[in-house]
Antibody, heavy 121, light 113 residues
């Protein structure tokens, strides 16, 4: 049974960067695509981007282009998300989630527990 | 981008009654090469991550009670809870995975009447 365990909560200043990690255990890691989804307080789900691990290719939603970097380390079964130039509206819970072998060939069937990122001066 | 529109925003249903949530995509999410609808439904309870209930529009994930069913094709989809239980109180989201960026509906809050 695959589990995704994310790093802990973060409090950041506007303009800074945050890096959130997501470590997989209990199953095959590198054959799946991994997505990052965020949820602002009281709001819905927003897909930020993902990585197709087989090819090491990251894909980003246009909204986050230039600010978001997603990477994967097969040796530690860890996927990471770094968001820069943080603003107050980046305050959200950030989730990693496992998809199919690509980003667009199945739903997201395993989710991390979520990491709260608070951006405040 | 494919825009996903859910309705209603919220729904109050008596225990044991049927709950129906609608989801409309701005473009078809049907892949004609394999005749599959690239549509998923998620349940999210407070303080928890989303849980995948249904993918391919109508295929229940393992362990999901059979009171949950998905239907629809092309651009119009429905999630039905045939007999609402107290533990079904949650937010529900549809999502297309036909094309990047993946997009979610705005969510539907299901409560007990």
């Amino acid at each position: 049974q695959v589990q995704l365990v994310q790093s802990g909560a973060e409090v950041k200043k506007p303009g800074s960067s945050v890096k959130v990690s997501c470590k997989a255990s209990g199953g095959t890691f590198s054959t799946y695509a991994m997505s990052w989804v965020r949820q602002a307080p009281g709001q819905g789900l927003e897909w930020m981007g993902g990585i197709i691990q087989t090819f090491g290719t990251a894909v980003y939603a246009q909204k986050f282009q230039g600010r978001l970097t997603i990477s994967a380390d097969e040796s530690t079964s860890t996927v990471s998300m770094e968001l820069s130039s943080l603003r107050s509206d980046d305050t959200a819970v950030y989730y990693c989630a496992r998809g199919g072998s690509t980003l667009t060939n199945d739903g997201l069937d395993v989710w991390g527990q979520g990491t709260t990122v608070t951006v405040s001066s | 981008d494919i825009v996903m529109t859910q309705s209603p925003d919220s729904l109050a249903v008596s225990l044991g009654e049927r709950a129906t949530i609608n989801c409309k995509s701005s473009r078809s999410v049907l892949d004609s090469s394999n005749n599959r609808e690239y549509l998923a439904w998620y349940q999210q309870k407070p303080g928890q991550p989303p849980k995948l209930l249904i993918h391919w529009a109508s295929t229940r994930e393992s362990g999901v009670p059979d009171r949950f069913s998905g239907s629809g094709s092309g651009t119009d989809f429905t999630l039905t809870i045939s007999s609402l239980q107290a533990e079904d109180v949650a937010d529900y989201y549809c999502q297309q995975y036909y094309s990047s960026p993946l997009t979610f509906g705005g969510g539907t809050k299901v409560e007990i009447k």
